[in-house]
């Protein structure tokens, strides 16, 4: 539904009844457990109803710890373009993902970011040339602040342009579409890990009388690492039948329409271990999905320490230029003069082989994150689960 069928270009028909219904719908999507596309279309349905736009919605998830893309989603275009990819992370362009996902309102049209003159970007040529001319980018950020995703919207010349109604909209859902990301690809990695992945999430389905009904492989080490559980006869932990339970409750409630549950628990080995809850219903009956998760660091600090010998301080400052800080808010993060940020930077761009910030989010991007990226594309096209992070 990209071109916005049901919906009317001058606005008339966008209600605040409508609204509320969308942001419900979306929210309830968001707590059921499913392959990262099969969200996306379903949210691509809703979206259409309130925002009119061009063609279909261009979803992306992000490494939060980076601001990276780790996949891409647009029904009708199974490959991202190359030379799109090489102006976000090398051009010197406007509009750019992580720009908008670190600006203050986390939403950005092309129009407003060139000052009307939306020729003056390269973004712009690109959209022309697939037949859009406006463009609208959103972050999807979780509660917790960090943001797991962005959404491209589009509209043909002569439409009328982005306006604050669409805004809210999206900014109403961010947070619901962020956990939907978020979860979907918890989901593909616990079907799916990729190899090697020694962390790698577990999915428990519970039945309606909290018991172990089915569950990926590996599971059996999360039940035996969290407190009461037994690996042997498949017993669940107080804590996953706690947040089952609190998922299932949320469900029934309708001011918390997404049902969804997260919970941080210290394992036997004293690492910390988050669960995810949310309910699932099929054929009358309710099912619970629990997905178990290490609460480690982000896989882009152990990548840097392994590919670039990077020091502690280094990881940082690269965290944060891939991020598109500048070296004053650099500075103002880790506490630390613009000179240190400076010399922390050149010892960077001797260790990875660059000479600007560019190159080195362009390096990171394409040697790390561009093969997961491309690898989604295909597991789209051959029915599989996405899967996030970068790769070694």
Not at 68 to 94: C, I, K, Q, R
Not at 139 to 151: D, F, I, K, N, Y
Not at 219 to 240: F, I, K, N, Y
Request: glycine content about 10%; aromatic content about 8%.
């Amino acid at each position: 539904m990209g071109s916005g069928q049901g919906c009317s270009y001058a606005g008339g028909m966008v209600t605040a009844d409508l609204l509320q219904r969308s942001i419900d719908k979306i929210a309830r999507l968001s707590g059921e457990p499913r392959d990262l596309a099969g969200y996306w279309r379903e949210c691509a349905d809703v979206v259409g109803s309130v925002i009119p736009h061009y063609w279909t919605p261009c979803w992306y998830t992000l490494d939060p710890a980076s601001l990276l893309a780790t996949s891409h989603f647009h029904e009708g275009m199974p490959e991202f373009p190359a030379e799109w990819l090489a102006n976000e992370y090398y051009g010197d362009d406007v509009n750019q993902m992580a720009q908008v996902a670190r600006s203050r309102t986390g939403i950005s049209t092309l129009h407003e970011a060139t000052g009307g003159d939306p020729a003056r970007s390269r973004r712009w040529s690109f959209n022309q040339s697939m037949g859009s001319d406006q463009e609208m980018i959103a972050r999807l950020q979780a509660p917790s602040g960090e943001v797991w995703g962005m959404l491209g919207l589009y509209r043909e010349p002569g439409r009328p342009m982005f306006d604050a109604t669409d805004k809210y909209f999206l900014s109403a859902v961010s947070e619901h579409l962020a956990e939907g990301a978020r979860r979907a690809l918890l989901v593909g990695e616990a079907t799916d890990p990729v190899d090697p992945y020694p962390d790698a999430p577990g999915l428990i389905i519970v039945s309606e009388r909290w018991e172990l009904q089915s569950a990926t492989p590996g599971v059996d080490r999360w039940l035996a690492e969290l407190p009461g559980g037994d690996a042997a006869d498949g017993q669940l932990p107080p804590a996953v039948v706690a947040v089952a339970a609190r998922a299932r409750r949320n469900a029934e409630q309708p001011d918390h329409p997404s049902g969804l549950t997260v919970s941080r628990i210290r394992s036997r080995s004293g690492t910390w271990v988050v669960l995810h809850g949310a309910c699932l219903i099929e054929g009358g009956s309710r099912r619970i999905a629990v997905i178990v998760e290490p609460a480690h660091p982000a896989r882009l600090y152990p990548l840097l320490e392994a590919a670039y010998q990077l020091t502690p301080r280094e990881r940082d400052v690269t965290r944060l230029v891939l991020q598109g800080a500048s070296t004053s808010q650099i500075a103002d993060q880790l506490v630390v003069s613009p000179h240190t940020v400076q010399q922390h930077m050149k010892n960077i761009f001797d260790k990875t082989g660059v000479r600007s910030r560019r190159d080195l989010v362009g390096k990171v991007f394409f040697t790390h994150y561009e093969p997961g990226f491309r690898d989604n594309e295909h597991r789209v096209l051959a029915g599989q689960p996405m899967r996030g992070g970068p790769r070694g």
